[in-house]
């Protein structure tokens, strides 16, 4: 069972240029994370969503973020015209069903964004 | 609201020695806690979870845990550290007021000497 995939692993962008980052979760699993790690620091939760849903996107930025979870195919995260800043490392996480207590989040190899 | 504080940025010890990386939680509800150690420029690996049984966890590795309610301290530890073990590790617990999404610590840096 291939764990969570995540393409591109690296990622230059040019500010003002767009990234699409994506991620494949594990077989089974319908559920998925989104997460960003900036230099020197933990993971910060962005999004949360379920097959052709957003359940909680209290993480991320009001602008210019943007992420889906279509019928078929991988979640996308999206970040449009972006800026120095959104340098980070994201990653991905999947769950088979609803997080719970007993539930595990199993972690993608992140894709790592430099803006140029 | 739940959070979690790793008391140190960076710990350093000698190959052989045992390892000791601290934590405390605040919850308001009984927390699911969980390790994650990340090597550099890689994912995240899950090393052990508490999720209210017993108080003293086993992961990989030969790392375990244990939840002292106490203290509402929930410390990893080693008893002989390798070099493999050089890594950044991370406190996790889940948020149960919203989507149980992971909030973490801000990692401790566990340097191994040789």
């Known amino acids: 069972n291939a764990g969570v995939m995540q393409n591109p692993r690296h990622l230059v962008r040019r500010r003002g240029q767009e990234a699409r980052l994506r991620c494949s979760p594990m077989k089974g699993h319908s559920h998925v994370y989104w997460y960003r790690q900036l230099p020197e620091e933990g993971l910060k939760f962005m999004v949360y969503?379920?097959?052709?849903?957003?359940?909680?996107e209290s993480g991320m930025p009001k602008e210019r973020f943007s992420a889906e979870f279509p019928k078929e195919g991988p979640s996308i995260l999206r970040i449009q015209q972006v800026v120095r800043g959104d340098s980070a490392a994201y990653f991905c996480?999947?769950?088979?069903?609803?997080?719970?207590?007993?539930?595990?989040?199993?972690f993608g190899p992140g894709t790592r964004l430099l803006v140029l | 609201a739940q959070s979690v504080t790793q008391l140190d940025s960076h710990v350093s010890v000698s190959e052989g020695t045992p390892v000791l990386l601290r934590c405390n939680y605040s919850s308001s509800y009984s927390p699911s806690l969980f390790w994650y150690v990340q090597h550099p420029n890689k994912g995240l690996q899950l090393l052990l979870k508490?999720?209210?049984?017993?108080?003293l966890v086993k992961g990989i590795n030969g790392f375990e845990a244990e939840f002292k309610k106490s203290e509402t301290s929930f410390h990893l530890t080693k008893p002989s550290a390798h070099m493999s073990d050089a890594a950044e590790y991370f406190c996790?617990?889940?948020?149960?007021?919203?989507?149980?999404?992971?909030?973490f610590g801000s990692g401790t840096r566990l340097l191994v000497r040789p």
């Open positions: 508490y999720t209210s049984a017993a108080t």
């Open positions: 969503l379920q097959k052709e849903n957003i359940i909680d």
């Open positions: 996480a999947s769950s088979p069903q609803r997080q719970s207590l007993q539930e595990t989040q199993y």
């Open positions: 996790v617990v889940i948020d149960m007021d919203s989507s149980y999404k992971l909030i």
